[in-house]
């Protein structure tokens, strides 16, 4: 396992030492404090090399990296003081905590299990042929709870299984079943336990975001807000364009169904009303309809003239 720098160091090189971290503490953007507990000394030097181009790590004892946090001229520094990790060590880089602590989770690796770690995870064997022939370990993976049978000269698992829940002591008989099918239930990696930047403290709950549903949130939250400034007319370089465009197609919209005619609208304008007078034309059977002409009228008011006058004759005669 990683351990610090041996304990045989003169007062003079443990000055030069805490000098040395003190003065990257303050040239560094973001500092952060790395938990190195469990981490094999040969994954520790080939992490090293894949971050060296956003990250440096100084592995210290507790105490110097103490004396260069204090010894740091840097506001708010000291709030690195207050972590949990077990080994520490100093990651010092330019990026943003939010990219450092990505970048660290991406370089992690998954490793087996010899007995003895605690399980990150659920731990399932899934279903399907496992390439074991029958034999003692038969015996083993029904022991664990799974349910198996021999088919076709190996053992088969018949439906998936968790052998181990998350926080559990990974067993020799839960590593051996997971070696034996080829399952490496470990990550191997860096773990940043606090950064800090520009004044703050950031804690890894803080910075162990899912970005892409991050991204989605932000881009749903500009489109809603976006919409809204539109439809409440909030004026702004982003919305002119949209609340202009609007606008015009609602004027056009008005002068045709309005019929007042611009050089824009005319040729709409009148489609608009031929299209209404087909509609009109298509209910209404104009043949059926009778329609009286003046000649008619008149004749008609002579005739009941005539009639008055031949009635008023006929009461003369009777007297």
């Known amino acids: 396992m990683v351990q610090p720098t041996p304990k045989k160091l003169s007062r003079s090189q443990k000055e030069e030492l805490v000098e040395k971290m003190a003065e990257q503490i303050e040239e560094k953007p973001v500092v952060g404090i790395l938990d190195m507990q469990s981490l094999p000394a040969k994954q520790l030097q080939e992490i090293k090399k894949e971050m060296k181009e956003f990250a440096s790590v100084q592995m210290q004892r507790k105490t110097l990296m103490k004396l260069a946090i204090e010894q740091a001229d840097r506001d708010g520094i000291d709030q690195l003081e207050d972590n949990d990790a077990i080994q520490p060590a100093f990651i010092f880089s330019e990026k943003d905590p939010f990219q ?10 998954s490793a087996a299990a010899d007995g003895g770690e605690t ?24 022991g664990a709870g799974l349910q198996v049978q021999v088919d076709d000269g190996s053992i088969h698992v018949q439906k998936p299984g968790v052998i181990v829940e998350t926080g559990e ?4 008989d839960d590593a051996e079943i997971l070696n034996q099918i080829g399952i490496e239930p470990l990550e191997i990696g860096l773990d940043l336990d606090i950064a800090f930047s520009e004044g703050e403290i950031f804690t890894a709950e803080e910075l162990d975001i899912d970005t892409e549903q991050y ?3 932000v881009e749903a939250a500009a489109s809603q807000a976006f919409n809204l400034a539109v439809n409440a007319g909030v004026v702004n370089e982003t919305t002119i364009e949209t609340i202009v465009s609007e606008a015009a197609k609602k004027a056009k919209n008005v002068s045709i169904s309005e019929g007042i005619p611009t050089e824009e609208t005319i ?5 608009y009303a031929s299209s209404n007078a087909e509609g009109v034309d298509s209910q209404v059977d104009l043949d059926s309809v009778e329609i009286e002409t003046e000649d008619e009228g008149t004749e008609e008011e002579g005739s009941e003239e005539d009639n008055k006058e031949e009635s008023s004759e006929e009461d003369k005669s009777e007297e």
């Open 100 to 109: 450092l602590y990505s970048l660290i989770q991406n370089n992690k690796s």
């Open 119 to 142: 399980a990150p995870n659920d731990i399932e064997v899934p279903e399907g042929d496992t390439g074991i022939g029958p034999g003692p370990m038969l015996g083993k993976l029904q």
């Open 169 to 172: 002591t990974i067993t020799e």
């Open 215 to 217: 991204r989605a949130d």
């Open 267 to 271: 040729e709409e304008i009148l489609a």
